[in-house]
């Protein structure tokens, strides 16, 4: 089955640093990439869709200066976190769908930010 | 309102029973519908993905779909402790997959 490899799965950094999480599809290639980040006890809300070679879309609310996404292949996104603060602190969720457009969406499995 | 209400819980059962997780929605263009489990600290893994009306079996697990309500179900059979989890309902039409909040479930020894 599909699998979506996430790194770090934990990071903890200090305010005012820039943190990189790494997100790959394993066995199949993803043209689109979904980001994810999901607070405490609480569901997942949609940060940004990234496309393979292309800008990313962002939700309405999210900052795309602050939360930097790049897609540069079709195995690989990532999304960096500049100049965290403890706000930024949260779970991270990468996803990925294996085949066609409505097919389901399988998930990284998460990287915990702390900003201190 | 909310296009996706899932009850938060905790729901809590002995092993063994039958389980009934569900989610109602207000969009009927909603065609496609997820099942996701949560184990704390960890991304989700779909359970269950159906289309349209109708049950879909998979093991101890049940997915039902009732589109004239706008309602869906999870049924777990038999459910055993490591069952305990976080289970997100998810829906979508041709646009992003909305989640439901996620209902806590404790299966107990």
């Known amino acids: 089955g599909a699998v979506v490899s996430q790194h770090p799965s934990w990071v903890i950094c200090k305010s005012g640093t820039s943190v990189k999480i790494e997100c790959r599809s394993l066995d199949f290639q993803a043209t689109t990439m979904f980001w994810y980040r999901q607070f405490p006890k609480q569901s997942l809300m949609l940060m940004a869709t990234s496309n393979e070679g292309s800008k990313a879309t962002y939700e309405q609310g999210v900052e795309k200066d602050k939360f930097l996404i790049n897609h540069a292949s079709l195995t690989l996104s990532t999304l960096t976190v500049t100049s965290a603060h403890p706000e930024d602190s949260s779970f991270y969720i990468c996803?990925?769908?294996?085949?066609?457009?409505?097919?389901?969406?399988?998930f990284g499995n998460g990287t915990r930010l702390t900003v201190t | 309102q909310k296009e996706v209400e899932q009850d938060p819980g905790p729901l809590s059962v002995p092993e063994g029973a039958i389980v009934s997780l569900n989610c109602t929605y207000s969009n009927s263009a909603f065609q496609y519908f997820m099942w996701y489990r949560q184990y704390s600290r960890k991304g989700p893994e779909l359970l269950m993905y159906t289309y349209s009306s109708g049950n879909k079996e998979d093991g101890r697990f049940t997915a039902q779909v009732d589109k004239s309500s706008k309602y869906i179900s999870l049924f777990i059979r038999d459910s055993q402790p490591s069952d305990s989890a976080t289970y997100l309902c998810?829906?979508?039409?041709?646009?992003?997959?909305?989640f439901g909040q996620g209902t806590t479930l404790q299966v107990k020894p």
């Open positions: 998810a829906m979508k039409d041709t646009g992003k997959l909305i």
């Open positions: 996803s990925a769908r294996w085949t066609g457009g409505n097919s389901p969406l399988h």
